[in-house]
């Protein structure tokens, strides 16, 4: 059935009708559009636009069409428009008059934009909690690793010491913004466009705030043009997903390199990995690199909507439609990829010896040889100076600076002495470490801290 029988002497061509379809992908909010529409029965019943027996009867056939969905007896038609046309075709031939009163004082338009705002806030909440579950891994792997001294790298050269505790902590940090973006996103959706009709309102004597209250909104939308029109939600929600994969993304490529033999600082779970069809040696960190892949996706999906919108005029145009392909495969991708990124994070098993080896071979404890001096009354860029002279050495002779003779220190500078090798000790550069946000094993631990009380 198409809605605008009337004015029109054919239908559609089948397959331009194909083309023009989006049940296939909006058929996904038929409980939505059902909550949408028993709402909207209720308020024309509370306002005298129907009667009584109308809107029992409306309410009556939508929870069975529901039910009937739910438990399978009842197939979405593959050929109808779309959800709303379908759901209230299908009242129609159940309840008669009744169903063709439901669509009193509303539009596709106002509620195809509800429908999406409805779904998108299970949505929101689901990758919220996936998120709380992701940080609180992080914390308890933090717990176990906070001591693990590691290389901190900076243009992917062992920089300075910190720890595999510090390391994994910096990403909660990530992802609790990623969790009050989402929050802050979800906030603004959290209006409601339901009764601006097609474009501009209507004479009927309708209460959009008794609809946007029944349906949980926060509020209704003030102005009829902006609430058909408007799918800056879809983009804020794009954004903030893509921005929350850059981080997985960023999190995955540091798993992949973690993974190789050149490092081994990290062993996945089998059940997390997967061999070659030809090298039977290897063991290749798939799921990491499958997640940093579809990333792409996402920030494809935020190009579109941004592009989909960007030339079109008030209110509704169809471009619209476009819509919630974009926006549910952002949400479904981000989803599959937490769903899989959680466990093989919590089943990864560290390996601080390696990590330690790393971190005794870079001279990362440079800078503290630096300030060991400083300490001594040189001032710092005598300091530096002094200690990159005796890198260079200990890299033509193939030593360290921990293995590097004192007699070799005091012919560069005569200000060093036997505590230097203390001061060196890349545990006692972590442990130094105290300033705000800094590696020092206790510091990390108060940041586990801070970041489960957030994280609640
Ligand atoms: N399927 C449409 C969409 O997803 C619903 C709104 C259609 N409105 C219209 N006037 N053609 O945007």
Redesign the pocket.
Known sequence: MQLWQGRFQKALDPKTNDFNS?VSF?SRMYKEDIDGSMAHAAMLCAQGIISAEDQVQIAQGLGGIRAEIENGTLEIDPNA??I?TFIEGELTARIGAAGKRLHTAR???D??ALDIRLYLRHTCDAVYAQLTELIEVLCKKAEQYADAVMPGYTHMQRAQPITFGHHLMAYTEMLLRDKERLADAKKRMNVSPLGAC?LAGTTYPTDREMTAHDLGFDGAMQNSLDSVSDRDFCIELASALSILMVHLSRFSEEIVLWCSWEFKFVELDDAFSTGSSIMPQKKNPDIAELIRGKSGRVFGDLTTLLTMMKGLPLA?N?D??E??EAIFDAFDTVNMCLTAFIPMLDTMTALPENMRKAAAGGFINATDCADYLVSKGLPFRDAYKATGELVALCIRKGLTLETLPLTEYTAVCDLFDEGVYAAIDLDKCVRGRTSLGGPAPENVRKQIERVRALNR
């Open positions: 989006s909006d428009e779309d709303h539009s596709r338009n509620q195809v097609a509704y169809k619209m439609q819509d919630k």
